[in-house]
């Protein structure tokens, strides 16, 4: 089934150390996102890319970091996991030329920073 | 920069009841307008989108929603819900002709009683 693959699903983390969160698309979308999702604030954007090659930073970028090598790959970094990157993180995709604002989410990873 | 304000953060409601989930949102510059929706332990799914043309955009299983400019609303209504509705609700802006990205709203949780 085509659409964004998230790995791990969920992971329990101590301060203090580095975490990569995998996004992988087969739609062939330009367009990659990361949004945190925090109860009571919605989803809040931490970085973007509209291509490969380029990225951009959202609402709530400290803290993480993010490339773009290819296409299908948008990987998230938390180089030094604090508590309050505790959260649920969800990657998106979309196709910007061809249809608005329509994005496909993964289903999530559940981060605890303890 | 754009924002949103969900105005309820829980709705709740019996089956085959009316509904309407508030939305409002504040920009300076012509914006497009979406409504997505999270069942539980799932990624978002777009519902419905306004971009331009009729204010009143529907959607396949029975929501609406109205454009009003100069109230800046964009609310979701179901004439009659299901039990198969409950689940949160995500109002987003994206400027019209900005980057593609979205900004989301805090949501409202829709949780339909039999």
């Known amino acids: 089934t085509a659409g964004i693959t998230q790995a791990p699903t969920s992971q329990i983390l101590a301060a203090g150390r580095s975490m990569t969160l995998r996004c992988t698309q087969d739609?062939?979308?330009?367009?990659m996102y990361w949004y945190r999702q925090d109860l009571g604030l919605g989803l809040r954007l931490i970085h973007y890319?509209?291509?490969?090659?380029?990225?951009g930073k959202g609402e709530v970028p400290d803290g993480y970091s993010v490339s773009r090598a290819n296409t299908d790959d948008f990987p998230l970094t938390l180089a030094s996991a604090v508590p309050s990157q505790t959260s649920v993180y969800f990657c998106?995709?979309?196709?910007?030329?061809?249809?608005?604002?329509?994005?496909?989410f993964g289903s999530g990873t559940r981060l605890t920073v303890v | 920069a754009q924002s949103v304000t969900q105005l309820d953060s829980q709705v709740p409601v019996f089956e085959e009841a009316p509904v309407e989930l508030r939305c409002n949102y504040s920009?300076?510059?012509?914006?497009?307008l979406f409504w997505y929706v999270q069942y539980p332990n799932q990624g978002l799914q777009l519902l419905l989108k306004?971009?331009?043309?009729?204010?009143l955009v529907e959607s396949i299983n029975g929501f609406e929603a109205e454009f009003n400019k100069s109230q800046t609303s964009f609310h979701l209504r179901k004439p009659s819900v299901h039990i198969s509705d409950t689940a949160e609700y995500f109002c987003?802006?994206?400027?019209?002709?900005?980057?593609?990205?979205?900004?989301f709203g805090a949501g409202t949780r829709l949780a339909v009683h039999p």
């Open positions: 998106a995709s979309s196709d910007t030329d061809r249809d608005v604002g329509s994005y496909t």
């Open positions: 739609m062939r979308h330009n367009a």
């Open positions: 890319s509209n291509t490969a090659g380029t990225t």
């Open positions: 920009s300076s510059v012509s914006v497009y």
């Open positions: 306004y971009l331009s043309g009729s204010t």
């Open positions: 987003a802006v994206r400027e019209s002709g900005g980057y593609n990205k979205l900004i």
